[in-house]
């Protein structure tokens, strides 16, 4: 298993700022997966990041409103970028297993934008 | 996105009964599939896993796949008032990419 930290736990932002959120996994991993999960709502995918090339979004997701860095196999952060309203939600990383027999997430980031 | 579907609920069952849980998905090429209990303001918990057809068995859980008609369940034996949650069904495509549904709220009643 993995123990993922993922910081902060929650804020409350202004709108038209951005935030980045960090995690760090105790093991080194080859995909790192960011996921929103809207109030109420289930997760969804936002992207996929790799170390040593650009991460992979998914479609409704781009890359100049959630910029995500992957420095190494073990850290990853994601900025959520011009914040709106629309933008409060919960905010996981997620790291799977070499079998992709299971996904571990972080503790989560509880974001809610003013 | 791949399409996993549930019945949102809220679903509710007195104590000691049987839960049932389903979920469909969109894609053959799916490879793995699994169920996760989220309890109010937690992550997301793995609980279950399934990859070939047929019934698979772990406690008062036992997960169902059904791949010709693209379907998995979950049924929860003897339910207790401490499975309340948003049961999750996830779909694993072509590696560590995991696809979640909408969830099913479970109350289970003392």
């Known amino acids: 298993s993995a123990v993922i930290s993922q910081k902060p736990s929650r804020d409350i932002c202004q709108r038209g700022t951005s935030l980045t959120i960090q995690c760090q996994v105790d093991s080194q991993v080859t995909m790192m997966f960011w996921y929103r999960q809207q109030p109420g709502q289930s997760l969804t995918l936002i992207a996929t990041?790799?170390?040593?090339?650009?991460?992979?979004?998914e479609s409704g997701f781009v890359i100049d409103k959630f910029p995500i860095s992957r420095p190494n196999l073990t850290f990853s952060t994601l900025t959520v970028s011009n914040m709106s309203p629309e933008d409060s939600s919960i905010y996981l990383c997620?790291?799977?297993?070499?079998?992709?027999?299971?996904?571990?997430f972080g503790q989560g980031t509880r974001l809610t934008v003013v | 996105q791949k399409e996993v579907e549930q019945n949102s609920g809220p679903l509710s069952v007195p104590e000691g009964a049987i839960a049932s849980l389903n979920c469909t998905y969109s894609?053959?090429?799916?490879?793995?599939f699994f169920w996760y209990r989220q309890y109010s303001g937690k992550s997301p918990e793995l609980i279950m896993s399934i990859y070939s057809n047929g019934d698979k068995e772990d406690g008062r859980f036992t997960a169902q796949l059904n791949k010709a008609s693209q379907y998995v369940s979950l049924l929860i034996r003897d339910s207790q008032p401490s499975d309340s949650a948003t049961y999750l069904c996830a779909v694993n495509f072509y590696g560590n990419q995991f696809y979640f549904g909408t969830g099913t709220s479970l109350t289970v009643i003392p």
């Open positions: 894609d053959r090429g799916s490879q793995s």
């Open positions: 997620s790291v799977g297993d070499r079998g992709g027999t299971e996904a571990f």
């Open positions: 990041a790799n170390q040593g090339s650009e991460a992979t979004y």
